[in-house]
């Protein structure tokens, strides 16, 4: 998971709620060539989370 950025982490961030990251990835992600993809996390007990690439999560920031 070092490869990927969790969507929370991302807004904690920016100062907003992960939601509005989601919007903005919903609306613009194709355009800027952002894919969000399901990673599943250790420090979650195994579950899934919506990360960013190191070099999406660059692009988007």
Known sequence: MSDYVPIM???????VDPTTVRRILKKHGEELE???????????????VD???????????
């Open 51 to 61: 990360c960013l690439s190191m070099d999406d999560r660059n692009r988007f920031l």
């Open 34 to 48: 952002i894919s969000v993809e399901r990673v599943k996390s250790k420090a979650r007990n195994g579950k899934w």
């Open 9 to 15: 982490e991302i807004a904690d961030r920016l100062g």
